[in-house]
Structure formats: C-alpha cells, structure tokens
C-alpha cells in the first residue's frame, strides 16, 4: 500500500489497486474451495494398461453421487485467500470514502 501510495499518491486510484487485488485474491480463494468440489467426479475415467474400448465398465452413479454431494470443504489456503481478499477489498472502500 505504501509503495502503491508513493508511486501514484492518489488516493482513488490506490483504492482502486486495492479492490482489483482483493477480487483477485477472492478469485484464488473461490478456486481453491472449488478444487476439493469433486466436480469432475465420474466425467473421465483412465483406461487400465491394455484394455480396450470393449472392456469398460460403467461408472458407479451411486459412488459419483455421494462424491459430489459431500461437504464443503475450506482448506487452509482457501481460507487465507478469502479472508486477506476480503480484508483488502474492505480497506479499498475505505480508502475511497475518505
């Protein structure tokens, strides 16, 4: 921020610099939340060394099921991201209102 602030010593466009990182830093946190999602649960499946097109199986619906409708889970990372992105967003526009 000080260094922002020694560059460009206008408020509005810190404030501005401010926000797009935090979105940013949401962004990351909103990714990282959606990697443990199991959204591609069931969508691709690697065919064993040797087996042919022929020889696969259907895939378990009941298995990919449960898989997606599990918890959400926030991981330390995710959370870090979210918390700093919406910090920063939050001093951002406070910055514009003075």
Do not use: C, Q
């Not at 064993?48 to 997606?68: M, N, P, Q, T, Y």
């Amino acid at each position: 921020m000080l260094i922002d602030w020694l560059i460009f010593k206008d408020p509005l466009k810190v404030s501005n610099h401010f926000f797009m990182a935090g979105l940013l830093l949401l962004i990351v946190g909103i990714f990282f939340v959606l990697e443990r999602g199991h959204l591609f649960t069931g969508w691709f499946r690697r065919p064993a060394k040797g087996e042919d097109d022929s020889d696969r199986k259907k895939i378990d619906v009941h298995k990919v099921g449960r898989e997606k409708n599990g918890p959400i889970v926030i991981t330390k990372p995710a959370r870090y991201f979210l918390n700093i992105g919406s910090f920063t967003i939050i001093v951002s526009v406070l910055i514009s209102l003075f």
